[in-house]
């Protein structure tokens, strides 16, 4: 699986947008951009994925780079709930690869 | 809709013994995978099930195997138990594993060996 890169911790005040980087150079045609997120005493949970184009969802957005090198999670207002370690994941989209492969994250932490 | 089950949350074993977890996917879910977490190597693929067979599988010894049943349940055993096979086992199912479906996962079942 090729491999991505995120800062090891961010933090964000309550209320406030939060910008997950994660920077994926060796990306393939094929890899979809995936992000988990996993909360204190909990197993990972889906967040949101994407191929080229933006997309969002009831939890997030997900930007990618026109040149599909680098994506950005976005959190429109962060809660102190949102405080977790996030996970960029790329996955093959050809057909039986199922596996993810986490990295170390960014652990995100929300103040008040 | 019920989420992903696991059992027990918590276990405690000691060196030599044998361990066996289980697993319940969502319903309709056809693919389980199986992932080891700790401190110094994070979260790591040990093995996929769909439809009864081993898709998948990750760079662990022998001693950890699994299987999975005809309504999807799945069980992961561990053999000869050893100091560093404590970690928190999580299991994650999908709908059929495409590399594009989410993954969804049970809050896991914690293993200590003493």
């Known amino acids: 699986d090729a491999k991505t890169t995120q800062p090891n911790s961010m933090e964000s005040n309550e209320e406030e947008p939060v910008h997950l980087p994660c920077n994926h150079s060796?990306?393939?045609?094929?890899?979809?951009i995936h992000w988990y997120r996993q909360l204190p005493s909990q197993g990972p949970e889906y967040v949101i994925h994407?191929?080229?184009s933006n997309v969002n969802n009831r939890m997030a957005s997900l930007a990618i780079a026109e040149d599909r090198k680098s994506s950005t999670l976005i959190l429109h207002r962060a809660t102190l709930r949102d405080a977790a370690v996030y996970y960029c994941?790329?996955?093959?989209?050809?057909?039986?690869?199922?596996?993810?492969?986490f990295g170390t994250g960014t652990r995100l932490q929300v103040t008040l | 809709k019920a989420g992903v089950t696991q059992t027990p949350r918590y276990l405690i074993k000691t060196r030599g013994q044998q361990v066996t977890l289980s697993c319940s996917p969502i319903?309709?879910?056809?693919?389980v995978s199986w992932y080891q977490q700790t401190p110094g190597q994070g979260l790591q693929f040990l093995f996929e099930?769909?439809?009864?067979?081993?898709?998948n599988k990750g760079n662990f010894p022998g001693r950890f195997s699994g299987r999975q049943f005809s309504n999807s349940r799945s069980e992961m055993n561990v053999s000869t138990l050893e100091l560093g096979d404590s970690a928190l086992y999580l299991c994650?199912?999908?709908?059929?594993?495409?590399?594009?479906?989410?993954?969804?996962f049970g809050d896991g079942t914690r293993l200590s060996i003493l």
């Open positions: 994650a199912s999908s709908l059929g594993g495409i590399g594009n479906q989410p993954q969804h």
């Open positions: 060796t990306i393939s045609g094929t890899d979809y």
């Open positions: 994407g191929l080229t």
């Open positions: 994941i790329l996955r093959e989209n050809t057909g039986t690869a199922s596996k993810l492969t």
């Open positions: 319903s309709g879910h056809r693919s």
């Open positions: 099930y769909f439809s009864e067979t081993q898709r």
